[in-house]
């Protein structure tokens, strides 16, 4: 299984960046999907997240400016940021809960994407 994340790059404050990912492997169902993101001396924080249902749930410091969204035919998770500013400036990870042919629920991580934003 391999989540792959794309769509990180160097924009100024006030521009937009879309990540991707896309979940590809054995699996059998795609439960959560989420984005997380990590600044330099800083923990790993969520961003935002989003139920296989549809449900989405954002950190206050996103809410209102990220959107998460999926194609569930595609096993893909977006997360559209317009109006970014320099503390947006992380790696982003995706993350997805994947469910096995036999049960279990797994949880998987991209490669992370840098994003930075300059002022």
């Known amino acids: 299984v ?20 896309a979940a590809s ?37 996103v809410k209102g400016r990220f959107t998460i969204s999926r194609d ?7 997360l559209q940021m317009p109006g970014l500013k320099p503390e947006d400036t992380a790696v982003y990870y995706c993350n997805a809960v994947l469910g096995g042919y036999y049960g279990g629920a797994y949880d998987y991580w991209g490669q992370g994407t840098l994003v930075t934003v300059s002022s």
């Open 25 to 61: 492997g054995t699996f059998f169902t795609v439960n959560d999907m989420g984005w997380y993101r990590q600044a330099p001396g800083k923990q790993r924080e969520l961003v935002a997240a989003i139920t296989s249902g549809g449900s989405t749930n954002y950190a206050d410091s």
């Open 72 to 78: 569930n035919a595609k096993n893909t998770v977006y």
């Open 2 to 21: 391999q989540l792959q994340a794309s769509g990180g790059g160097l924009v100024q404050a006030g521009g937009s960046l879309r990540l991707s990912c």
